[in-house]
């Protein structure tokens, strides 16, 4: 080693790293020399030993483009996971800003049982009723929702008053946009399903959003249990100006309430106003033996094929706890249009 190789290396040896790459070149260049071989040319190849070093870039290399794609760290395809539906699972519908509560297909028990007192004739036998999932709406109907219906190229009809039972402004008075619309019939209540893309629950689908505890497979007599609470709902309480009020319960409200006024009072799927506010019109035609008829284990029943009423469900503000039952039915001419009535839509699940 001669002397001249000696001092390149002494001098590397005190080098901080980004200085050693090219001092290993010149040594290279230097043995390669003494070796009796021609030097690399600039113009060749770089070998690797550049390629390596974490060191900084110098001024003289070349920048990485801002806007280079970064490399994925790993060449595996993204996997969108998909969501699985199940109790709890809600959506938003893009017409109406509705919530939609899923409710699981299965069996569920409907009606009232022979031994229930209480219970009127036209919600018995207890049967058990399987359906398929569905959803139901989280609420009843705003006016605020029936407003964007109506101001959709009169989708739907504007209600045929605008008042309530104590309000003469009501509908398009936006104190109460968040009450429930009144003064809708059955057809009205249909083509406003049909416009947000829903459609009238059956009488089945009603009752099993209202009063179906899935995770213990039990029957409520209310959304919220077996026994009745005047603070959680919305019916003929004192403030109501009936003779028949119930002057031992206050729900604050001698006429409608807003809507979701009272999360203590859902049901198990978590639906607001299933007993109380206002009746809700359902798809079926009323009959008063049905449940009869129908029979025990029966899929998605519709109904029957015809009537002259439809059913009613939930009871309303001007109701006893008597009516605001999950089980009870009520009926009215499809043409009747008033304080007290109301509506939700579901979406059936294929
Ligand atoms: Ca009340
Ligand atoms: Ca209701």
Redo the contacts with the bound molecule.
Sequence with gaps: MNTKLVSFLLFARNKKKTTILPVILLISIFILSACGQSAPSVTETPVSIFTFTSAPPTAAETPVPATKTPVPATSKATIVPIPILDIGSTEISPKDEMVLLYVPQGKFLMGSTYEDALASTNEKPQHSVTLKAFWIDQT?VTNAMYAKCVADNNACILPIYKGSNTQSSYYGNSEFDHY?VLFVDWDMANSYCSWAGRELPTEAQWEKAASWNDLKQEKYIYPWGNDFNGSIVNFCDKNCTFDSADKNSDDGFADTSPVKNYPDGISPYGAY????????WVNDWYQSDYYVTLGDNTSNPQGPASGDSRVL????WEEFDFFVGSASRNWDNPTVANDYI?F?CSRSLP
């Design positions: 009843e429930p106003d299933m007993a109380g506010n206002v009746l809700e469900r939930g009871g309303s109301g939700r």
